[in-house]
């Protein structure tokens, strides 16, 4: 094996190990599945623990192992929440309205499993809980500002702002000729990279960032977001289906613009590639080193090379 | 004219007067239609301002001045918060997947107007701009313990053990046979009970409720849900099309199990009426008298007598 192989193993190994860890984080979150309305826990439960890396929570708790207050006790409520507003985005990005999609990962969507009006309400219910779980933390840390201003980030990153705001841009671009450069960055800034950034953000908020660190994470993550959805644009081209769990060349055929229809194959490898490196060296700059976060970044910008 | 006439007059005079203040408040934390992803704020906008009373606002402000701190500072924020939350759920209510309405009070609904994709985004995005608006009270009053339990009463009303979980039960009973009482009692509960509860929960937590009295208000507006919703049963029956704004007799048609259908007409008067007296005497035990919120509780409860 070479010496990246090795590497690579090894990063793989240490996140399954972190994605068990989180998924059993999140899981003591899930309401309890039972009283009349117990279909939609069942539902919201099937959704969220879905097969995922979980990297919204691990990369939240790995940002807060960067400074001081390594284990502050809001994180557990946020990691949850955090998981919790993926997973009712990608409920709602499946629906017949949006992407129509029946099959996720090889398993059946929320709403080909449940029925369309459940698939909506899980979607809604998700997004509620994620709130209701975060905003436990103010029962016992309410005086803690780091923790109001994790809340107001949190909502601010999954709204128009943020998350839903890409997503609309996205949806509204499938119907426009000539999509520009300028669009398409500000759909990716928001659809993936928002998340991302409220993730790292408030792991770095919650170990005790002051201004100028919160801007340098907040920075490496808008960079990291943009260069995991570089990869993806790469992936869908030269990847293998069995990887990447969809049919390779789908962007080409749906005629989608990417990434790639811009910078071309080469030099999107080359800006993920300085995307990563500009952000390993943000993250290199805080407080605590963190060898683990950055293998990962490391990793998740290599894949399948 | 008879007397009940002239008072009638009045409170609905009164009303829409507070109805045009709400709309004031809320229209201050619409977002500004700009930006790439305008469309949604459009169609937010078009939601939330659509006609109706903003009952849940005025409740929430009314309930308020039942206590010592009349204004409190935290206020405009959760009002347009609850009816950010009243509107989303009407949008996600009238798709296709749902009740699959196209007009609502006679104009187009959200999806209709705008695509069904745009209908669930601009759900998505009221839900989550509730909680933003909301949360935005803890920058200047972080450290009112009303406000975290404002914030959490808010979650917790709206989800599962709220307005979607009564949703939830709502949508699932439509395929069942033999809908028994405590079934239809826990939608009811839930479905309108829990918004309203939490609205006037708020405004007295805000107001400076202690425990006790917070207790007599949630009872007070359990027992006005409750009221209201027996009353929409009655007007289905006994109404005119114009002024409820949908087919009189579509309850029946639908072969939907309504209040009425277990008390009869009359005895769901009877039960409408004793609910409406003993929570306007819960409301007479706080330390303010309202006029204003005792008037509007007995005129709704007797509108179209």
Redesign the interface.
Known sequence: MTQKAVRDMDVRRELEERTLEAEGIIRRFL?REE???K???EA?SYALMSPGKRLRPILMRECAACFDQTSPQALPFFMAAIEMIHA?SLV?DD????DNDLLRRGKPTT?ARFG??????A???L???A??TA??S??TD??N?AV?KS??LL??K???YGM??????D??SEHIQGMDKH?LD?IHE?KTGALIEAAMCIGALLGGADESQLLTVEQAAAKIGLAFQIEDDILDITGDEKTIGKPVGSDERNHKVTYVTFAGLEGARRDAESLTREALENLASLPRKNDFLMELVAYLARRNR
């Open positions: 309401p009283g009349y309305q279909t939609i826990m919201m009712y709602h629906l017949p309205a949006m709403h369309e009006a459940m698939g909506v309400l979607g809604d219910a997004l509620n809980y709130f209701e905003l436990q103010l029962e309410g005086t500002p109001h809340l107001i909502a601010r999954a709204g128009i839903i705001g890409g997503q609309v841009v949806v509204e669009r500000f928001l």
